[in-house]
């Protein structure tokens, strides 16, 4: 869930870049102030029948919030994407990550959750911001979907806090869904973010770095619920190459893409808002989150969960991951490495990616 600091650094970059379903809002360019995203095309460029490409804003709890609908064909399955963060939207960064080909087998829809991205707005309190509000909103679109495309389910995806964000709505109501994926899944806060630190001190001790070796001493007894010792901890994860990204030159890449005005879905001001959307997000959504523990809440599933785990990911470690999938019941259960990643396998392996949301997909309806 708690993304790294340099997550935090890429969103201040990014802020240095100077509706219900059935009535979608008018969009315009980025002097309209609202973004578009382009349509799906054939060779020819023309726009392919049967396919949606839709930035809408819908209304959930009562608080205006964004989507983004992609797909080749509408009658394809339906997958909502749950963002991490908190307050951390994927959105701004499809075309970084969402192929054809994902959109070619699924309806994708990007979903900037309340408080985040889009979806921000000054006049949001901490009491809009509580997670079963989050849980609520997300079984509120979920139906709104399932109504729109005439589905009986759709797939679920989270990654990170959005895989948090996942179980616990499952906990709530998992009768909504085909499968759930959960990707970088944190499973347990405490043990998941001491994991965390007691690697990054170990990898610190054999570089014989005595600077970072200092720093992370003076938090010891490391306390997970403790925000300074979780950033002294994050802050290091990259140096190690154990944080968000695991690609050389992938941060490069992605700064690149934000500051270069490359996402037609996201205009300057929502660029503008989203270090105010994360610090908000996280200030009021964390507080909350540090009780999280899969083992002790949600020991059975109904329905089949996969989980997609980074090899060099020490933010949410893939081995404590593997252990609650072992732990786990549920009619069909997946576990899989992504061998060159870090946290964010959605973008350190995007073809894997979609690869294998697709596989399940296929698995899930054609058993």
Request: hydrophobic share 40%; proline share 4%.
């Amino acid at each position: 869930m708690f993304q790294s600091k340099k997550a935090l650094v890429m969103s201040m970059c990014l802020a240095l870049i100077v509706v219900v379903w059935l009535v979608p809002v008018a969009l315009g360019d980025d002097s309209e102030g609202v973004g578009s995203t382009p349509p799906i095309t054939d060779a020819e460029g023309e726009a392919i029948p049967g396919s949606i490409a839709s930035l809408e804003q819908i209304v959930l709890g009562g608080i205006e919030q964004w989507i983004l609908i992609r797909g080749k064909d509408t009658t394809k399955p339906v997958l909502l994407w749950l963002h991490g963060g908190p307050g951390m939207t994927e959105m701004a960064f499809v075309g970084l990550f969402q192929t054809p080909e994902l959109e070619k087998n699924f309806v994708v829809v990007q979903w900037d959750q309340r408080g985040a991205g889009k979806s921000f707005s000054k006049g949001l309190s901490a009491e809009d911001m509580t997670v079963e509000k989050f849980v609520s909103d997300t079984l509120e679109l979920t139906n709104i979907l399932r109504e729109r495309f005439d589905k009986e389910k759709i797939f679920l995806f989270g990654h990170s806090w959005g895989s948090a964000l996942g179980f616990l709505t499952l906990m709530e109501d998992s009768s909504p869904y085909y499968a759930f994926i959960a990707g970088a899944e944190r499973v347990d806060w405490n043990r998941s973010h001491t994991m965390g630190y007691e690697w990054v001190l170990e990898q610190a001790r054999k570089d014989n770095n005595t600077e970072v070796i200092q720093i992370l001493e003076s938090v010891s007894p490391f306390d997970p619920t403790n925000r300074e010792h979780l950033a002294g901890k994050n802050q290091f994860l990259e140096l190690y190459r154990g944080g968000d990204l695991y690609t050389e030159g992938l941060w490069d890449k992605a700064l690149a893409y934000a500051m270069g005005g490359m996402s037609p879905e996201y205009t300057s001001a929502d660029i503008e808002n989203y270090v105010a959307a994360i610090t908000f997000s996280q200030q009021t959504i964390l507080p909350q989150a540090i009780d999280y523990n899969l083992f002790r809440d949600f020991a059975a599933s109904s329905i089949p969960v996969h989980f997609f785990a980074g090899r060099y990911d020490h933010q949410t470690p893939g081995e404590l991951t593997k252990e609650y999938y072992n732990f786990l019941e549920a009619p069909v259960k997946s576990f899989t490495w992504f061998e060159n990643s870090g946290h964010s396998m959605i973008w350190d392996e995007v073809d894997k990616t979609t690869e294998e949301l697709i596989k399940i997909a296929n698995e899930t309806l054609n058993p």
